[in-house]
């Protein structure tokens, strides 16, 4: 308490230093996450809230059922999947095109960490206004980290067992796996402050 | 004195620059961390044959081919949002093959096959090929790239090494020439020919 101004000054220097090397380290070692032995069955990125933006995808059938499956994952998951209509701070795009007989139906990107991904609907292909609603949701499952599984509609196109909808294991998965990573590391989510899935801040602890 | 607090002055920005630079996980395109992040692709599957014979009716063309070269394709964009400045495209590459026998079907000498994805960045049950493999191919025209090729399920692409096929994706197809010798499995695929 009785230090010199110069002894106090470098003390408080000494500290913040110590705090630099600190969040430094931290920040390097977040894009390095050991998670899953490097398997894609798991790609959490740090939040809760997804926003979503839909109006990306032109055509209006294709748009509905993303929409459908959007709520299903919102409902039935600890996840916020906000939809929003501008392309600010959104984390899942979703587009449509005709891009041929490529061929696949339904394309999404997955990786660690990202900040935001896109899934395209190919409608060169014609399905169902519910085949649409799976695949949408097995596009939107994949980024929020879930694999191909059967069971529901992260099996279409796999297994004989699925269907168009979000089924009981993917939501367990869900609960378990952003709350336990399951590389055993401690859960490093960005936890929010409200109850409420439309907000920016969805709290992990209320879901 | 006043060069210590300028000096703790700019220690502090640092500190809640690095601080954003932890929870900023939004910023576009890149990783939490900010480097640039390695992608997958996932696809869900338009078409998933039952039988040989439901693949045989959706590929005109079956080949037994080698790779002879990997390029860089087109990427894949909506035909009809050409110039929306924030549509994403899809990379592709064009796998060259060297054609040693048709099945069925009618194919140049060499022919060349659409494929999604890139050296980095592909589907996971469609690996990149690799020059000197050899394959059997079903296979049809693509609509987006005319004169180019693309197998009509994923299950149209089928490894021969050491003489035996290895399918790439389960389903009915690997189960039915899944491990049978290349002859073998020429002469199934053979037997169920579409008419041509």
């Not at chain 1, 392309?87 to 795009?93: C, D, P």
């Not at chain 1, 929020?144 to 004989?160: A, N, Q, R, T, V």
């Not at chain 2, 049950?125 to 191919?137: A, C, F, I, N, T």
């Amino acid at each position: 308490m009785t230090g010199s101004p110069t002894r106090r000054s470098s003390s408080v220097l000494g500290a913040l230093a110590v705090l630099v090397v600190s969040l430094t380290a931290g920040a390097a070692s977040s894009g390095a996450h050991p998670c899953c032995g490097g398997s894609s069955q798991w790609l959490h990125q740090h939040r809760l809230q997804y926003k979503t933006i839909l109006n990306t995808i032109d055509t209006s059938r294709l748009r509905d059922a993303a929409s459908e499956a959007r709520q299903a994952w919102r409902d039935r998951t600890i996840l916020g999947l906000k939809l929003v209509t501008t392309h600010e701070n959104a984390r899942i795009h979703g587009r449509d095109g005709n891009y041929g007989n490529v061929p696949w139906v339904g394309l999404a990107e997955t990786c660690f960490h990202c900040g935001h991904r896109d899934f395209f609907l190919n409608k060169y292909y014609n399905q169902t206004d519910s085949e649409w609603k799976g695949t949408s949701c097995q596009e939107m499952g994949h980024i929020i980290g879930l694999d191909h599984k059967p069971g529901d509609c992260m099996g279409k196109g796999y297994f004989s067992d699925y269907s168009n909808h979000v089924g009981s294991t993917s939501v367990d998965h869900i609960r378990t796996y952003y709350r336990n990573p399951p590389d055993g590391s401690a859960t490093h989510i960005q936890l929010g402050t409200s109850s409420d899935k439309e907000s920016d801040a969805w709290d992990l602890l209320s879901g | 004195m006043i060069r210590l607090f300028s000096l703790a002055g700019a220690l502090a920005a640092l500190v809640v620059w690095l601080g954003l630079l932890q929870s900023d996980g939004e910023s576009a395109g890149a990783s939490d961390s900010g480097s640039p992040a390695v992608a997958s692709l996932r696809a869900t599957w338009a078409f998933r044959p039952d039988s040989l014979k439901e693949l045989a009716d959706n590929a005109p063309l079956a080949v037994t081919a080698t790779v002879a070269g990997v390029e860089p394709g087109e990427p894949l964009i909506a035909s009809e949002d050409v110039g929306e400045p924030d549509e994403p495209s899809i990379p592709t590459q064009r796998i060259v093959f060297d054609v040693e026998e048709i099945l069925y079907g009618s194919a140049p000498a060499q022919l060349v096959l659409l494929k999604t994805g890139s050296a980095d960045t592909w589907i996971d049950d469609d690996p990149p090929y690799q020059v000197g493999e050899r394959y059997l191919l079903l296979l049809t025209e693509s609509t987006s790239q005319p004169g180019l090729y693309v197998p009509p399920a994923p299950d149209g692409r089928m490894l021969v090494v050491d003489g035996v096929v290895q399918p790439l994706i389960a389903g009915p197809i690997a189960e039915t020439l899944g491990g049978r010798t290349e002859e073998g499995a020429e002469n199934t695929i053979t037997q169920v020919s579409p008419p041509q």
